[in-house]
């Protein structure tokens, strides 16, 4: 499942399961890029694993900043070549400013929708007209399994991340014919550092949701979205698959 010095690009990779999967596709061939408001944990990375800088590029900016977004695709297209694959990873939950719906603010449901859908929308129309173009593509969207479950609290992050499915499969249909693929990933309790301010009372209730019986890794999305991104996944687009132990099933 060798990528032959492909060219993706990984938003939000800066740590986490972007970092894992920039690791992923680096160690089988790709070059990368990634746009992150911080690259510094994934630099260090990088550097002690003696990755040379011809084959990741990392930038430290907004994805949700227009203009930035533009940019460093300009910058990818020069310094690497036209981008083959694109992980729109780049994505989150209100957080701290999250709550019952009834008593939320829209200025938190449009930052949420912003970030963890309009990224994925504006990467996609970079790129997709090149994909076509030349014939082919891969372009993996970072959805959630709380789009599916509704979780209390998340209303306007499970409303982004629905959206993000039917983006997906709208732009699947779309570039099918071109030879490009277009597909979403669905990560439930994975390990990352938003989990570590978690309670360990809280950490235990999803664990015991999970019929797997433990919480993932990094790795087990970015090893899921190498596949979705290789050529043997060339018949498979506008799918969803769920990373998240059988929490919940299609």
């Avoid at 249909?173 to 439930?188: D, F, I, S, Y």
Wanted: include cysteine; proline fraction near 3%; charged fraction near 20%.
């Amino acid at each position: 499942m060798g990528f032959d010095d492909r060219v993706a690009v990984v938003t939000g990779g800066g740590q986490g399961i972007g970092a894992a999967a920039v690791l992923d596709l680096l160690a089988h061939g790709a070059r990368v890029a990634v746009l992150d408001l911080d690259v510094a944990a994934l630099l260090q990375q990088l550097s002690a694993m003696g990755h040379a800088g011809s084959c990741c590029l990392c930038v430290t900016g907004d994805c949700t900043d227009a203009a930035v977004v533009s940019a460093f695709f300009d910058r990818v297209e020069a310094e690497l070549g036209p981008v083959d694959i694109l992980f729109n990873n780049v994505g989150q939950s209100a957080r701290e400013r999250g709550g019952p719906f009834a008593e939320s603010e829209e200025a938190v449901w449009r930052f949420v929708l912003e970030v963890s859908l309009l990224t994925a929308m504006r990467a996609s129309r970079r790129v997709a007209p090149g994909m076509k173009a030349r014939g082919y593509g891969r372009i993996v969207n970072m959805s959630s399994d709380a789009a599916f479950a509704g979780d209390v609290g998340l209303a306007d992050y499970a409303a982004a991340k629905m959206g993000v499915l039917g983006f997906t499969r709208s732009l699947a249909r779309e570039l099918a014919p071109h030879g490009v693929t277009v597909n979403a990933v669905c990560p439930g309790a994975i390990r990352t550092r938003a989990h570590d301010r978690l309670k360990p009372e809280v950490l235990a209730q999803i664990v015991a949701g999970t019929p797997a019986g433990f919480i993932g890794a990094p790795e087990d999305v970015a090893a899921a979205v190498r596949f979705l991104a290789s050529d043997e996944a060339r018949f498979i687009t506008g799918q969803t698959l769920l990373i998240d132990g059988g929490r919940w099933m299609l």
